[in-house]
């Protein structure tokens, strides 16, 4: 393993979190497991980023699966691919609880690692699907 903690940019740092929520999801492993065969495909530690976003996303998944079934029309998490669910749930992380990464650079990288990872479809969904959450918090909070 490396001895030497390795920086990796912010998108790497979603990336190696969608990669570890997903394969929670679908095999049970627990994280720490995950982490480890992470580390031995990417020849890097998940960073600080990584294993916090993981961490939160976890802690508030029922809270966040909330909000992409109400602004998925027809669509609950549950039903979603789970590669699309934890893009989402990462990125509903950020637009929720990261006041320093702006709305926008949150919705894009989502986007992006949908049309890397599943297709221009799921690309779509998941922009509808943020872009109405964040239109949503931002019309509370302006009543707030």
Not at 64 to 75: E, K, V
Request: glycine content about 4%; overall charge negative; charged content about 35%.
């Amino acid at each position: 393993m490396s001895e030497e903690p390795t920086t990796v940019s912010r998108m790497q740092a979603r990336r190696d979190a969608m990669v570890v929520l997903y394969q929670h999801d679908i095999t049970g492993k627990a994280v720490e497991e995950l982490y480890r065969d992470l580390e031995l495909d990417r020849g890097h530690a998940p960073d600080a980023y990584t294993r916090e976003t993981v961490a939160a996303v976890l802690a508030a998944r029922d809270e966040i699966d909330a909000a992409i079934d109400a602004a998925s029309r027809g669509w609950p998490a549950h039903r979603l691919a789970a590669l699309e669910r934890n893009i989402l749930r990462i990125a509903v992380h950020e637009l929720r609880r990261r006041d320093d990464i702006p709305m926008e650079v949150s919705i894009d990288e989502a986007v992006a690692l949908a049309k890397r990872y599943c297709s221009r479809e799921a690309a779509a969904l998941v922009n509808g699907i943020l872009g109405k959450i964040a239109q949503e918090d931002d019309e509370h909070e302006r009543k707030a």
